[in-house]
């Protein structure tokens, strides 16, 4: 189907607001754009949902500490754990750019959620970003009591950038031994820095652009053929095999969209149990704007849902 008027609306009002083109923008400039625009942008994803505990604080990381936010759905229970890591094309965002949809996501799923602060490029180049990821996911796995977790039954995942980094971080735990993870959810995630497929060409403009991914790609990483490696393009892994369950989320208006789906179907062909869903009409980023975009808040139960099933029993890789 062509562009559903709502996320039509949305971009029609994006592009109403001017200025800079992403590509021709510094990252301090765009972090600055974002931060003076952060109160409108939070509204699209709906209330800010209460949760029964919240705490941000750090955690060791490979360079420096990595802040997270955590938040409890319920007190004194040994709940599973959520690994949240936001988008950002690697060069921005932050905590309270997820914090409603990691709040909603706790409450709908009744887990802790820790929402993941790494570093960014091109400040911190690839794999700054990855291996932050995968600390997390890995300190939470043994130090569970921490969290008053349940250390059995974790899951990463994460939109866009984050998308890239919740299946990197399951790469690395599979190759290195461990944590063993439950489920991997991936929200339009960016997974192949070489993506001509049609999608690409299809909806060249909506949100996203060739110009715009290749400014990502390049802060990110320091030459194309980096950029190639599987931990910084996950399709490229020569093997899938021993990789967590998934939930793709794609949207159809969405550049990313082939890229996501063609990385779905290369874990079903390793033997990975795949769920892949394509959401009609919907834009990159609509994930976040469950209050004006009504797929957002489809996706956002169907993510719901899948996790509380997937986090139900506790069975992750190698467990």
């Not at 008027?5 to 971009?11: D, G, N, R, V, Y």
């Amino acid at each position: 189907m062509p562009l559903h008027p709502q996320s039509k609306a949305i971009l029609d009002a994006l592009a109403a607001q001017g200025g800079k083109p992403m590509e021709e923008s510094s990252p301090a400039e765009i972090r600055a754009s974002r931060a003076q625009n952060a109160a409108a942008m939070a509204e699209l994803a709906g209330p800010e949902q209460p949760v029964a505990r919240v705490q941000n604080r750090t955690i060791p990381g490979p360079a420096e500490p990595i802040p997270i936010r955590v938040y409890w759905s319920a007190a004194g229970k040994k709940l599973p754990v959520f690994v949240y890591f936001h988008g950002g094309g690697w060069v921005f965002g932050n905590i309270d750019t997820v914090d409603r949809v990691c709040r909603a996501l706790a409450n709908a799923v009744g887990c802790i959620v820790v929402n993941v602060e790494y570093r960014l490029a091109p400040e911190h180049k690839f794999p700054a970003a990855a291996e932050d990821a995968y600390a997390v996911a890995a300190y939470v796995a043994a130090h569970a009591d921490e969290f008053d977790a349940d250390g059995s039954r974790i899951a990463v995942g994460g939109d866009s950038a984050g998308g890239n980094l919740a299946a990197v971080a399951c790469l690395m735990a599979r190759d290195k031994g461990g944590p063993s993870l439950a489920f991997q959810l991936l929200v339009y995630p960016v997974v192949d820095s070489e993506d001509n497929r049609p999608s690409v060409e299809e909806n060249e403009g909506n949100l996203l652009s060739r110009a715009v991914m290749r400014y990502f790609w390049e802060h990110y990483t320091l030459s194309p053929e980096q950029a190639r490696q599987p931990y910084a393009s996950p399709i490229n892994a020569k093997s899938l095999a021993g990789l967590p369950p998934a939930f793709v989320i794609t949207a159809e208006c969405d550049p990313l969209r082939d890229q996501g789906e063609a990385y779905a179907r290369r874990l079903q062909e390793a033997g990975v149990p795949v769920q892949m869903k394509r959401y009609a009409g919907a834009i990159h980023v609509f994930f976040q704007m469950g209050a004006v975009i009504d797929s957002g808040r489809e996706a956002m139960a169907d993510a719901a849902a899948a996790l509380r099933s997937a986090l139900a029993t506790g069975a992750g890789v190698g467990a």
